[in-house]
C-alpha cells in the first residue's frame, strides 16, 4: 500500500474515531493537537489501524510518534514486515 492510501485510510479511521473529518494530514501536523484528538482517541485509533492493517503497534513504538509522518511511516513499516513474513511462510 502507497503512502498516499495509507493517508487517506488514516483520515476515514480518524473520523470515525473522532466523529469530525480531519482538516489536515500532512505529514508535519501533531496528532494528537492537530487532529483534535485526545490520548482516548489515539489509543482508539491504534487499535483500528491495527485491525484494519493485520498489524500489531507496541507501546513502546509509539513513543517517538508525535506527528501524522511519524505515524505513517511506522503503520508503513509494519505493513512491509507483516509482507515480508507472508511472503517467507
Known amino acids: 500500500m502507497d503512502r498516499e492510501s495509507l ?3 488514516l483520515a476515514e479511521l ?3 474515531e473522532t466523529g469530525t473529518k480531519p482538516a489536515n494530514l500532512a505529514d508535519d501536523v501533531v496528532l494528537i493537537e ?3 484528538m485526545d490520548s ?3 489509543v482508539g485509533l491504534v487499535v483500528q489501524v491495527e485491525n484494519r492493517f493485520r498489524i500489531k503497534i507496541a507501546t513502546d513504538e509509539l513513543k517517538g510518534v508525535s506527528k501524522v509522518g511519524d505515524f505513517l511511516g ?3 513499516k509494519k505493513i ?3 509482507d515480508a513474513e507472508t511472503a517467507n511462510a
Open 7 to 9: 493517508r487517506l485510510a
Open 14 to 16: 480518524v473520523e470515525q
Open 34 to 36: 492537530g487532529l483534535g
Open 40 to 42: 482516548i482517541d489515539l
Open 74 to 76: 511506522l503503520v508503513e
Open 80 to 82: 512491509s514486515a507483516g
